[in-house]
């Protein structure tokens, strides 16, 4: 099986900045990509920013110069850097990761179990 634990969330005044950590573990032959996804109250889980093996990246709009997504592939971590955040990022942050177990295998997709990242105005 493989495992995701994320750290660091918690609660911030507007324009303040967290660190989230998202450390992969298990039986694991190589990660293709990682991400963070967000879900707030009455919302669909949407995707905040995403990063390939190659380091590719990819951001929504509204986080767009605000966060930045990196990686520790020695580690299988995925980093999450959130500055001038906003009351409008309130939502719990899940962890995603493409995971191959072994090199016959196909992908499949693993999440975390979430943390939750409170802006206060």
């Known amino acids: 099986q493989v495992q995701l634990v994320e750290s660091g969330g918690g609660m911030v005044q507007a324009g303040g900045s967290l660190r989230l950590s998202c450390a992969a573990s298990?039986?694991?032959?190589?990660?293709?990509?990682m991400g963070w996804f967000r879900q707030a109250p009455g919302k669909q889980r949407e995707l905040v920013a995403a990063i390939t093996n190659g380091g590719t990246t990819n951001y929504a709009d509204s986080v767009k110069g605000r966060f930045t997504i990196s990686k520790d592939n020695a580690k299988n971590t995925v980093y999450l850097q959130m500055n001038s955040l906003k009351p409008e990022d309130t939502a719990v942050y899940h962890c995603?990761?493409?995971?191959?177990?072994?090199?016959?295998?196909?992908?499949?997709?693993?999440w975390g179990q979430g943390t939750q990242v409170t802006v206060s105005s």
């Open positions: 995603n990761a493409d995971v191959y177990r072994s090199r016959w295998s196909r992908g499949e997709k693993y």
């Open positions: 298990g039986t694991i032959f190589s990660i293709a990509a």
